[in-house]
């Protein structure tokens, strides 16, 4: 101890004299002396003014992480809510779709997409194990949306209309028309095989005829959006936008025959 007084007693003096000259400046009510001390709280006062937004800094980062960190959740929780919002919709509308089918139908989930140039196909969770088998139409809310082309024990594959191979005996809903659905190209079908001399009118709706036993009858399939009528050619051209929209797919149903 007394070591450490020799070594550090010029800062020890000078604590100790700077100690009582506070002391005799707070006790002395002299008029200068209160002037003095008026000035040295000012100056005191300036250089501590900027040590004072330290804390608040701090605390304001604080609250800013924790409002960031709330605000992160809240978002999270309102993507969750408008998800669950938008799939309460889509069930709405396959719940009443589904009183208006006259066939047992098994309802599937889309798991996974494949498209290219040519196939264009959807994997479905629903397979041997639940009663699917191959060939057996697939529906949607809105319409026709293929068939299966390959069942496995727990998943199938579905061709879509959008496929090369797509093909559907179809007719007009208004006029009983028919025709064969074949895809043409994007999101577009075509509708092969009318005559030049029968009316077709845009707006048109196609359901399926039942011939060539795969689709049964009257499943809404598309509406013509195009017609062409060339010279010297036997059949018009005629393009139809399918009911379902195959970008946001998600649950389907496989009619059962």
Request: charged share 20%; aromatic share 10%; with cysteine.
């Amino acid at each position: 101890m007394t070591g450490f007084i020799l070594k550090f007693r010029e800062y020890l003096i000078y604590l100790f004299l700077l100690i009582i000259s506070v002391i005799l400046l707070n006790t002395n009510n002299n008029p200068q002396m209160e002037f003095l001390r008026l000035k040295f709280s000012y100056a005191a006062s300036y250089i501590v003014s900027p040590f004072r937004f330290i804390p608040r800094t701090i605390r304001l980062y604080s609250e800013n992480r924790e409002l960031n960190r709330a605000l992160f959740r809240l978002n999270q929780e309102n993507a969750r809510m408008k998800e669950l919002e938008e799939e309460n919709h889509r069930l709405r509308d396959m719940l009443n779709f589904s009183y208006q089918l006259f066939y047992e139908f098994i309802p599937a989930v889309v798991v996974g997409k494949s498209s290219g140039e040519i196939v264009n196909t959807i994997t479905l969770n629903k397979g041997r194990i639940h009663g699917l088998q191959e060939n057996l139409p697939v529906v949607s809310s809105q319409g026709l949306v293929g068939k299966i082309i390959e069942v496995n024990e727990s998943s199938s594959l579905c061709q879509l209309m959008l496929d090369s191979k797509f093909g559907a005996a179809v007719k007009l809903q208004r006029s009983r028309i028919d025709g064969i659905l074949h895809w043409n190209n994007g999101s577009v079908c075509r509708m092969d095989g009318v005559a030049q001399t029968l009316e077709v009118f845009l707006g048109d709706t196609l359901v399926t005829s039942g011939l060539g036993g795969v689709y049964p009858k009257g499943l809404y399939a598309g509406e013509i959006i195009k017609i062409e009528k060339k010279p010297g050619v036997l059949f018009q051209d005629i393009l139809v936008k399918p009911f379902t929209d195959f970008g946001r797919l998600e649950e389907v149903f496989v009619l059962k025959q």
